[in-house]
């Protein structure tokens, strides 16, 4: 993108990630981790054309940010690192792109380093992306002093400067390249006949070629249809074969007018089209950024009508009215006012009072709804543990304002480890996070290792008669409970029951019963965790006509509990984890390898593409930060979702330290209160 705005002369010089000065990467986060972590808007012209630019996160813990980018753009451009390869990432941004059926280029930058394969990842991405992947320029001298291009289309080798500016001479093909790049023409007027079938026609009529015009008509028409898909060579950091790819941007890239009609719901739900030429306003929000000294921004696509500063639009999405401020373009983090938007185009505005990340904003009485994006769901966690006791309104609140421009984490309070948990989908991404509580809201946390939940349960069926009885200076206390358990299928929680007959306890006191066995279950008996799974029965008791109440009944019932439970061979149960894995063919050994010595256990391996997916159930213990561990073991290759499966037993010498553990952690808080 940078290359991008130099060579069209929207920025005066290209800038580096390394001293921070690019357009794109300017939050003070993505300065710090040398990474893009934001979409970030940007605009140039070329060939008469304006191009909006959306630069995209690529790093794993990021990529999903993408995705409201995606949902308004008109096609997408991958970047593929000379060097690296594909990677995870790479598939994921096209499975993205392809679900919201945009037109694709791929750029392999960083021809300028040692080592650069371009003409295996033209294979690889034909054998991951199907055969339409078709090369436009091809590096002739990629590696340190990469500065020559075979450029397909126009037959002609061109010559970089070497000093960065991007001046260039061309010179026209001969010898074996000239064989070369007619194999490639008669192979792209082949692919460009079958996209249609006038030009089929006049392919076959003249003999198996067309004229320039035809083939460059033809060009837009099967790259819209995905016929092919463009790749193009370039070094970026050195302006070599940027202006060949805004080229073809121009004039072959997709335009609004290319997506005309999308769908959209109306106020009864019925699916709907939106034209493009409809008269009314309709934008959609892909991305809401809070800054300092600037407010909130929301950033839209126009998808019909026009839009200017101060208008009234209704949210279709949250049923209110809203007046839009002044209407801004964006350059990264420069903004400039403009007094008009319309169909197509991209702009930002401010401090919006209702308007969230996904909402449709419509001329008033129109109440259109363009689709929301589905975010993938977070896949790793963390508790925050606050440095400042009493913050915890203040933490609710930051994290609420950052998940409105960040949908891909999420966080809850989980009552039953009682840690306030934070989910993302990687460590870096919550370690971002964090830095953002502290640097806005002046929030600190320390993000550890949730506990794990575990429950506890019994084996065997066990009774209990227990007797309260409490005498002192007035009235006293006396309750009998006879009780009997036995354990119930996994995941079907506590039922309590009673089945007394005759006198000797009033039904009065079966709530109370029940009210301390309840309390019992919530403590835990064997190591403080809830209990789970088990059936209790109250079928007998004794009262005293003065000295019953509910309280002893109470005291009663949780204590038959507790020792019928104790005599009920109670054991500890474990979260048990669904792990999908997807993992390049070469590094599955690794990575089942891996999962054994997690105790996981692998259900199936299923092929896809160039890839496998080991489908596996591991203990919730065993994968604390397994997005790490799986980056390492693939050179940040593969990819993983996890849900929750079930509670399975645990291995007995797991079960004894973790119930030692337990009761030396529970009686260090209760000397701490």
């Given at each position: 993108?940078?290359?991008?705005?130099?060579?069209?002369g929207?920025?005066?010089?290209?800038?580096?990630?390394?001293?921070?000065?690019?357009?794109?990467?300017?939050h003070?986060?993505?300065?710090?981790?040398?990474?893009?972590?934001?979409?970030?808007?940007?605009?140039t012209?070329w060939?008469?054309?304006?191009?909006n630019?959306?630069?995209?996160?690529?790093?794993?813990?990021?990529?999903?940010?993408?995705?409201?980018?995606?949902?308004?753009?008109?096609?997408?451009?991958?970047?593929?690192?000379?060097?690296?390869?594909?990677?995870?990432?790479?598939?994921?941004?096209?499975?993205?792109?392809?679900?919201?059926?945009?037109?694709?280029?791929?750029?392999?930058?960083?021809?300028?380093?040692?080592?650069?394969k371009f003409?295996?990842?033209?294979?690889?991405?034909?054998?991951?992306?199907?055969?339409?992947?078709?090369p436009?320029?091809?590096?002739?001298n990629?590696?340190?002093?990469?500065?020559?291009?075979?450029?397909?289309?126009?037959?002609?080798?061109?010559?970089?400067?070497?000093?960065?500016?991007?001046?260039f001479?061309?010179?026209?093909?001969s010898?074996?390249?000239a064989?070369?790049?007619?194999?490639?023409?008669?192979?792209?007027?082949?692919?460009?006949?079958?996209?249609?079938?006038?030009?089929?026609?006049?392919?076959?009529?003249?003999?198996?070629?067309?004229?320039?015009d035809?083939?460059?008509?033809?060009?837009?028409?099967?790259?819209?249809?995905?016929?092919?898909?463009?790749?193009?060579?370039?070094?970026?950091?050195?302006?070599i074969?940027?202006?060949?790819?805004?080229?073809?941007?121009?004039?072959?890239?997709?335009s609004?007018?290319?997506?005309?009609?999308?769908?959209?719901?109306?106020?009864?739900?019925?699916?709907?089209?939106?034209?493009?030429?409809?008269?009314?306003?309709?934008?959609?929000?892909?991305?809401?950024?809070?800054e300092?000294?600037?407010?909130?921004?929301?950033?839209f696509?126009?998808?019909?009508?026009?839009?200017?500063?101060?208008?009234?639009?209704?949210?279709?999405?949250?049923?209110?009215?809203?007046?839009?401020?002044?209407?801004?373009?964006?350059?990264?983090?420069t903004?400039?006012?403009?007094?008009?938007?319309?169909?197509?185009?991209?702009?930002?505005?401010?401090?919006?009072?209702?308007?969230?990340?996904?909402?449709?904003?419509?001329?008033?009485?129109?109440?259109?709804?363009?689709?929301?994006?589905?975010?993938?769901?977070?896949?790793?966690?963390?508790?925050?543990?606050?440095?400042?006791?009493?913050?915890?309104?203040?933490?609710?609140?930051?994290?609420?304002?950052?998940?409105?421009?960040?949908?891909?984490?999420?966080?809850?309070?989980?009552?039953?480890i009682?840690?306030?948990?934070?989910?993302?989908?990687?460590?870096?991404?919550?370690?971002?996070?964090?830095?953002?509580?502290?640097?806005?809201f002046?929030v600190?946390?320390?993000?550890?290792?949730?506990?794990?939940?575990?429950?506890?349960?019994?084996?065997?069926?066990?009774?209990?008669?227990?007797?309260h009885?409490?005498?002192?200076?007035?009235?006293?206390?006396?309750?009998?409970?006879?009780?009997r358990?036995e354990?119930?299928?996994?995941?079907?929680?506590?039922?309590f029951t009673?089945?007394l007959?005759?006198?000797?306890?009033?039904?009065?006191?079966?709530?109370?019963?029940?009210?301390?066995?309840?309390?019992?279950?919530?403590?835990?008996?064997?190591?403080?965790f809830?209990?789970?799974?088990?059936?209790?029965?109250?079928?007998?008791?004794?009262?005293?006509?003065v000295?019953?109440?509910?309280?002893?009944?109470?005291?009663?019932?949780?204590?038959?509990?507790?020792?019928?439970?104790?005599?009920?061979?109670p054991?500890?149960?474990?979260?048990?984890?669904?792990?999908?894995?997807?993992?390049p063919?070469?590094?599955i050994?690794a990575?089942?390898?891996?999962?054994?010595?997690?105790?996981?256990?692998?259900?199936?391996?299923?092929?896809?593409?160039?890839?496998?997916?080991?489908?596996a159930?591991i203990?919730?213990?065993?994968?604390?930060?397994?997005?790490?561990?799986?980056?390492?073991l693939?050179g940040?290759?593969?990819?993983h979702?996890?849900?929750?499966?079930?509670?399975?037993?645990?291995?007995a010498?797991?079960?004894?330290?973790?119930?030692?553990?337990r009761?030396?952690q529970?009686?260090?808080?209760?000397?701490?209160?």
């Amino acid at each position: 993108c940078e290359a991008m705005l130099a060579c069209s002369g929207a920025i005066p010089k290209l800038g580096s990630i390394a001293q921070k000065n690019t357009v794109s990467d300017y939050h003070v986060s993505e300065q710090e981790h040398q990474m893009s972590m934001h979409v970030t808007c940007m605009h140039t012209e070329w060939l008469g054309k304006k191009l909006n630019l959306l630069d995209c996160p690529g790093y794993a813990d990021f990529a999903a940010d993408g995705l409201g980018a995606l949902r308004v753009g008109d096609f997408a451009v991958l970047a593929i690192h000379g060097v690296h390869g594909i990677q995870v990432g790479t598939d994921q941004a096209w499975d993205y792109a392809t679900k919201y059926g945009l037109p694709k280029m791929i750029v392999v930058s960083a021809l300028d380093k040692e080592n650069t394969k371009f003409d295996s990842i033209v294979e690889e991405a034909r054998s991951h992306f199907g055969p339409k992947i078709f090369p436009f320029s091809i590096p002739l001298n990629a590696g340190l002093y990469f500065n020559r291009l075979l450029d397909v289309m126009r037959s002609k080798i061109v010559t970089y400067a070497t000093d960065g500016s991007g001046k260039f001479t061309e010179e026209s093909v001969s010898g074996p390249l000239a064989d070369k790049v007619q194999a490639f023409h008669k192979q792209i007027i082949e692919i460009i006949a079958e996209s249609d079938d006038a030009l089929m026609g006049k392919f076959f009529d003249e003999g198996g070629t067309l004229s320039e015009d035809e083939l460059r008509a033809g060009v837009h028409g099967a790259f819209q249809s995905g016929q092919f898909v463009p790749i193009f060579g370039v070094s970026a950091e050195k302006d070599i074969g940027i202006a060949r790819l805004l080229d073809i941007v121009a004039k072959y890239g997709s335009s609004p007018v290319d997506r005309a009609k999308i769908p959209a719901r109306d106020a009864a739900g019925t699916e709907v089209e939106l034209k493009l030429d409809r008269p009314e306003t309709v934008i959609h929000v892909f991305k809401t950024l809070s800054e300092p000294h600037v407010g909130e921004l929301s950033f839209f696509r126009v998808y019909s009508g026009s839009v200017t500063p101060n208008m009234e639009l209704y949210n279709a999405s949250r049923k209110v009215t809203e007046r839009l401020g002044q209407l801004l373009v964006a350059n990264g983090k420069t903004r400039t006012p403009v007094l008009k938007l319309g169909p197509g185009d991209i702009g930002c505005v401010l401090k919006l009072k209702d308007t969230h990340t996904g909402n449709t904003l419509c001329s008033p009485g129109l109440a259109l709804e363009l689709p929301k994006v589905d975010y993938p769901k977070p896949k790793v966690h963390a508790a925050m543990l606050l440095h400042t006791r009493g913050e915890e309104d203040k933490l609710a609140n930051g994290l609420n304002t950052l998940h409105e421009e960040d949908p891909t984490f999420s966080h809850r309070y989980d009552g039953e480890i009682k840690q306030h948990i934070l989910s993302g989908q990687g460590d870096i991404h919550l370690q971002v996070v964090a830095e953002r509580l502290k640097r806005r809201f002046n929030v600190l946390v320390d993000l550890v290792e949730p506990r794990i939940p575990y429950r506890e349960t019994i084996r065997a069926k066990a009774e209990s008669k227990y007797r309260h009885k409490k005498q002192t200076g007035g009235s006293g206390q006396f309750a009998e409970v006879w009780m009997r358990i036995e354990p119930k299928p996994r995941d079907t929680g506590v039922e309590f029951t009673e089945s007394l007959v005759g006198q000797n306890v009033d039904r009065v006191f079966v709530p109370s019963v029940e009210k301390g066995v309840k309390t019992a279950c919530t403590e835990g008996v064997l190591a403080h965790f809830h209990v789970t799974d088990v059936k209790i029965e109250f079928y007998d008791g004794k009262m005293h006509p003065v000295d019953s109440n509910d309280v002893a009944f109470q005291v009663a019932g949780y204590w038959a509990f507790k020792e019928a439970f104790g005599n009920a061979r109670p054991c500890l149960i474990e979260p048990i984890f669904n792990v999908e894995v997807q993992v390049p063919e070469e590094f599955i050994g690794a990575v089942m390898g891996d999962i054994s010595s997690r105790r996981g256990k692998i259900v199936g391996v299923d092929a896809d593409g160039a890839f496998q997916i080991v489908k596996a159930t591991i203990p919730q213990k065993e994968i604390a930060k397994y997005s790490t561990v799986l980056r390492a073991l693939t050179g940040g290759r593969a990819n993983h979702t996890e849900s929750f499966a079930c509670y399975q037993e645990m291995p007995a010498e797991l079960e004894k330290a973790v119930v030692e553990e337990r009761q030396k952690q529970h009686a260090a808080e209760h000397n701490g209160h």
